[in-house]
Antibody
Framework: QVLLQESGPGLVKPSETLSLTCDVS????????WSWLRQSPEMGLEWLGY???????NYNPSLKSRITISISVSKKHFSLNLASVTAADTAIYYC???????????????WGLGTLVTVSS | EIVMTQSPATLSVSPGERATFSCRAS??????LAWYQQKPGQAPRLLIY???TRATGVPARFSGSGSGTDFTLTISSLQSEDFAVYYC??????????FGQGTKADIK
């Protein structure tokens, strides 16, 4: 059974960096793609980015240079860093396993429970 | 960016009835479409990928169809546990991969 669990601060100050970790069990981080998404009433569900353990990655252009995803195979987790946050980054953040489709993109077959992050001073 | 539009926003259905959810893409995406179910306080759950293939463990009452720009999710006989919000997501070959705004199935 594949399980994902997000962890990290629930409150981040404006202009600071949001950092979250996703612990994975039941699947090898070196065998799949791993992704972050978020959900807010204003923006709905939004894909943020994904990474493969080799370092291959793809980020949502809307986040420009603010996002970094990293993976630790030995620690069985992957992480999200989102810099220079504003109130617009307030959302439930989900980690998910991304399933790549040849000559296409990715969909998400396993999700974490999600964690609410509020950006406020 | 491909925009996904779902209709209606809310679908009022009686238990046992057929429910049909629509999703339209702003440009052709072939069959690169997934459907998800989300219940309150839970993460989305993958139901359908490839526009019509059920994910592991998804009951046969769920079916998907369509290609190009117009897609449909059908629940043949709505059960009490099916009242939830349903989202479509495209995964065409150019990111970002985007979701529709969702259709809520509620009890009529």
């Amino acid at each position: 059974q594949v399980l994902l669990q997000e962890s990290g601060p629930g409150l981040v100050k404006p202009s600071e960096t949001l950092s979250l970790t996703c612990d994975v069990s039941g699947a090898s981080l070196s065998s799949h793609y791993w992704s972050w998404l978020r959900q807010s009433p204003e923006m709905g569900l939004e894909w943020l980015g994904y990474m493969y353990y080799s370092g291959f990655h793809n980020y949502n252009p809307s986040l420009k240079s603010r996002i970094t995803i990293s993976i630790s195979v030995s620690k069985k987790h992957f992480s999200l860093n989102l810099a220079s946050v504003t109130a617009a980054d307030t959302a439930i953040y989900y980690c998910a396993r991304a399933f790549p489709v040849p000559a296409a993109g990715i969909y998400f077959d396993y999700w974490g429970l999600g964690t609410l992050v509020t950006v406020s001073s | 960016e491909i925009v996904m539009t779902q209709s209606p926003a809310t679908l009022s259905v009686s238990p046992g009835e057929r429910a049909t959810f629509s999703c339209r893409a702003s440009q052709s995406i072939g069959t690169n479409l997934a459907w998800y179910q989300q219940k309150p306080g839970q993460a989305p759950r993958l139901l359908i990928y490839g526009a019509s293939t059920r994910a592991t463990g998804v009951p046969a009452r769920f079916s998907g169809s369509g290609s190009g720009t117009d897609f449909t999710l059908t629940i043949s006989s709505l059960q009490s546990e099916d009242f939830a919000v349903y989202y479509c997501q495209h995964y065409n070959n150019r990111p970002p991969w985007t979701f529709g705004q969702g259709t809520k199935a509620d009890i009529k």
